[in-house]
Structures are given as structure tokens and as C-alpha cells.
């Protein structure tokens, strides 16, 4: 009765005021493709997309350091969200940045997430013609079209300035892309080092840690000497400032980059990008954020950040805004730079319908691209389970592979364990781990699923959707991971288990990854998370090459080997199936199993393969027949053989 007396009007000012509803925004999604900054000598075009700033100002500077603003432009509302701005006048070397109104206060001036070319530390944007950032030949360098098999591939995994910066390196731009683009460089001992290495060594791809521009590193003149791995972008699309020669020039940067991707592609070495996509560096303060408050981020049901990556915040590719954008930036550097492959970071952050959409347009443009990620994340997501690029989904991936934890941990122990051993240093019962790792997880009649350590089942389709690795530059190296887990053993047994370890890796079906320098017994001293250790304890030691060059031969033929032999890295499904066959009744720790090279077009046979994984040597039977040693000068087989402790023996009839 008493509401009769309350006009329509008040009620529902009071409902509103009772239910307090919290109206979520709308992001009107733009579908053009010119956002950030348009250049030509005659004008200069900004778009930004952000819907619910109040205004938007676009600020001009005459550096991209500390200098005041020169000049500020209003920018005009446009369409779906976005704000523009035309100047016509050649601004060639003028930099910018974005300023955002939200509720009558303005945000930091910083550069737009399309950013390609920024200065110092990257707080600035720079207006260029990116033609003027071509090196002489670039014209030349040919994004490498050839279709290729994920297969086919071997990554090599390297920090630039790893690479380098070691004295001994004998590399004059120490530190720099630079450094990478030099040819023929030596160790004191007359070991070929840098660029000329990995040539040497055989693999195809080297797969390089960051390098977009992070910002954890201070570029600046004088800045203290600091280190870091670099998994916290600032600009996704530009390149890290303390890699080049001079960190203030927006165009050297993007140059130098260039001139150490045709480096590599000159000796015929493809490029893998280390993306980073899941969170970004900055947090609060995040350019994503003082654009478009909250829009790229996940968050928890009581409105908090969710933080999948461990890093305080984790995107939301599932937003069709933050989709567009890692694709956009993907594409670009593979048309702007030439890169051959991706890795993902955290991929499990991402969705797999994401994922699809990225390998679907990345592939349209380079069929031979190579596509892989972390199938995991470093905490809970309130994105559910079955929508995201975890390794346990990666058969719906299409054309995106995901590393097996499984046969990494294996081969060597759980990198969560520094006392755990794995089958190739003594630990019994790891045998179908590896097994699962030898077939690609995939489906296999002979594997026990039951004894994988983490998979309890097979996860891939194809073996083109498994890394197959037992270290990166996460955790303890290979040769650290042996020491610490096996104190007592003599260093002759712990060198034989490294090796064991690595004829694993490439004799396996799937995609193989090296991290640097363990072909030649690469240590960090044990330092189990060097992210922003110091330059003595990541970098490559060059001298140890002359000291292990019995390793390094060996990786070397092992490589070839597998170039060599379509067999030991088959394109589907069904041949790993059927032409792989494991031997039974075997001592414990030891593994050995038969290849048949039936339509896999190899000029061999069949393998016969065995891994003696235990303290002691033991005695196997061979399948019928005569069998040659693919090292030591084809040496002759039949029947029998030992196999003495930790090591391999890799067999093949004709
Ligand atoms: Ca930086």
C-alpha cells in the first residue's frame, strides 16, 4: 500500500540504490588495422583504441628521454573506441605518446601498445619511415618460405648476450645483436665461437630469449651493468634497447636486430622469437593500462587481478581487443623482421581458440613457420582448464606444439627435486617416461601410460606437437642438474649420463631443443634461477669448447645423423605407431628399440637404438641379423652386445 504513494520515478532511484548494480562496460571492438601510428613524409596519422576515455591527447617531444612536451594535440573520437589524429607535416624523428582522461584526471603520457619504435627504456614512441631501418641486403633476405615439417627442426635456445659477452668469446660486439652477425669469430683457442658455432654445431633454428624491448634492464649511458633474461615486456613491438649500440635511437635498435636476423639467415639458420604475450611487466602502471584501464587483464570474481603467470598479472587473449592485438604484433614481426617461429611463454595463459586463430593467420603467410609453447602456467586462471593451450589440450592445437615436461624430467629428475635423478643418471623406473618422450607422447601400443610421471596418458595428435628437451635456460643446466643430484658419482660417469642425456633428446620423435652450450657441458654453478644473475654465471664460457670437443663432436654428428635420417623424426602419427618397436624383458634402466624406416623415405633400413641408463653394463640381445654403429667407423654387429654404464648405442642395417 505505501508504494502507491512513491512516484514511478523514486522507485527506481531507489531500486538502483538498493541493488547497487554494477553495469559493466562495453568495448566496442575495432576491426580496422591502422592503429598506433600511419607514417608518410606528408602527414602523420595516431589512432588509439580506448572507448571510455573522457579525451585523449596526443603529446609530440624532441626526444625520447626527458624533454617537455613541444607540442599537445586533442585527438577526435572516432570509430569503435578509438580517437584520432592527423598531422600534416613530415615528423620524422619526432617522438610521442598518448595521454588518457578518466573521470576528470589525466593518466600518463606513455607510447600506444602498437608502438614499433621507441627510445631510451622505452617510455617513448618514435615517429619513423621503418624503410630507413632496412641494412643494406635486407631486401634480399627472404622470409624463408620452404614448407618444412615442425619435425625437421632443431632449436638451439640462446640469450644474446650470453652469446658474447664472455672475454673469451673473441666477439667484438659483446653483448649486442651485433655480436651475433659477426662470422668466423674464435676462442682464445682457436675454437669458432658465436654465429660461426652454431653454423658449426648443425642445428636449424635458434630459438633467442627476449627480445622485444623488456623492462627490467636499464638502457641509459652509465646505467650500472645489469642482466636479465627479459620475460617483462614494456613494447611488444619494438626491440630491446640494451642489445644495440645505441639505446637512444630508435632506428639503430630496429636496424641492428635486422642485421643479425640475415646473419643468421645468411648461414641458413632460422630465428625463433621468445613471446611473451601472457602478462606484461608493469603492472598498475602498464601502458595497457593507462590506455584502457583493466581491459587486458583477467581478473578474479572479487574484481582482483588474476596472476597465472606468477608476475601480478595475466592478459586475457579470450578479449577480442587483446586477441587482435598478439596477432597484429605477430604478424609484424614476421613481415617487418623476418622471424622464422615462435615460442610462448606461459602459453597455458592463452586460449586455445587464440592459439588456433595465430597459428591460422601465421601459417597463411609462412607455411614453414614453427610454433611452440610452454603448456603451462605458474598459477590458477579463472579462464577454465579446457579452453586453454595447456599441454594436456595440445592435440587441439592446430600447428602449435608444447614442450614435454615428461621426458625432461625423464631423462634427468624433476627440476622441483635437485636431488632427483632421472633414467639417464641411475634412477630406476623412469624407463616409459622416456619411452612416452621417444614416441612424441603420442598413442603407443608398447608405453604404460600408468608409469609416465606427469601424463597419464598420451596428449598429442602428431609428433610435430611435442619440444622433446631436458633443459632450457629455466632451472639448473643439464650438467649442473647431474652434479647435484649425483654427488657421489665420478666425473667421467656424470660426462657419460650428460651425454646419455642428449643422444636421448635427438634420437627422439618430435621437435628437439638444446639449450646452449650443453654440448659442451655448460654450467651456471649451480644456479637454479639466473634471470638476472650476473654476466659470470649465464654466460657461455667459449674456452670449455676446446676442453669437451669430444662432446661437441659428437652432438655434432648426432645432429647430422638426424638430418640425415627421416626416420629418426617422423611426420605422423601412424608411422611412430607402427614403426616403432620397443624390445621387452630388458634389465631395468635400460631401453632399446627397433625403427623400421618404411614410408618415411629414409635411405636406411631400420634403427636399432639402446639406452643403458644404469650404474652398470649390461649384456643385449640384437634383433636378427648384422647391425653397423652410426659412430665409430660403422663398427659391426650381430646377436649380442654390451653396453657399458650411461650410454648409447645407436644401430642400422642398410
Ligand atoms: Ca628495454
Known sequence: MRFTLITIGTLFIMMQTMAQPVKPLIYPVYSGHDLGLNYSPSASSFRVWSPHAEAMELLLYKDGDESAAFRTTNMERSKDGTWFAQLSEDLNGIFYCFRAKFKGKWN???????????????????????????????????????PMQPTDAIIYELHIRDASISPNSGIKNKGKYLGLAELGTKSPEGELTGLSHIKDLGVTHVHLLPFFDYNSVDE??????????????????????????????????IKELKQMIMAFHNQGIKVVFDAVYNHTGLTEHSYF????????????????LSDATACGNETASEKPMMRKFMIESLLYWVKEFHIDGFRFDLMGVHDIATMNLISKELHKINPGILLYGEGWTAGSSPLPDS??????????????????????DGIKGSVFDIKDRGFATGKPGMEESVKFGIVAALPHPQIDYNQVNYSKKPYAAEPGQVVTYTECHDNNTLWDKIELSCPDVDKGEREKMHKLALTIV??????????????FFRTKFGVENSYKSPDSINQINWSEKSIHKDLYNYIQQLINLRKAHPALRMH??????????????????????QIDADGTGDKWKRFFIIFNGSPDPHSITLPDGNWKDAFNNGKEYSKETNLESYSSLILYQE
Do not use: C
Not at 223 to 250: H, I, R
Not at 289 to 304: F, I, M, Q, T
Not at 387 to 393: F, G, H, I, S
Open 506 to 519: 635427438l634420437t627422439s620423435q618430435g621437435i628437439p631443443f638444446l639449450h646452449a652450450g650443453t654440448e
Open 108 to 146: 600518463k603520457a606513455v607510447p600506444d601498445p602498437y608502438a614499433k619504435a621507441v627510445g631510451v627504456n622505452g617510455k617513448r614512441a618514435q615517429v619513423m619511415d621503418l624503410k630507413n631501418s632496412n641494412p643494406p641486403g635486407w631486401q634480399n633476405d627472404q622470409v624463408n618460405q620452404t
Open 220 to 253: 641509459r649511458k652509465g646505467a650500472p651493468v645489469q642482466y636479465n633474461w627479459g620475460y617483462d615486456p614494456l613494447n611488444y613491438n619494438a626491440p630491446e634497447g640494451s642489445y644495440s649500440t645505441d639505446a637512444y635511437n630508435p632506428l639503430t635498435r
Open 572 to 593: 605422423n602419427a601412424k608411422l611412430v605407431y607402427t614403426n616403432i618397436r620397443f624390445s621387452e624383458n630388458l634389465p631395468s634402466n635400460v631401453i632399446a628399440y
Open 289 to 304: 593500462n593507462e590506455l584502457v584501464p583493466g581491459y587486458y587483464y583477467r581478473h578474479k570474481a572479487d574484481g582482483s
Open 387 to 408: 579452453q586453454r593451450a595447456l599441454k594436456k589440450n595440445a592435440s587441439e592445437l592446430e600447428g602449435t606444439a608444447v614442450f614435454s615436461d615428461d621426458i625432461r
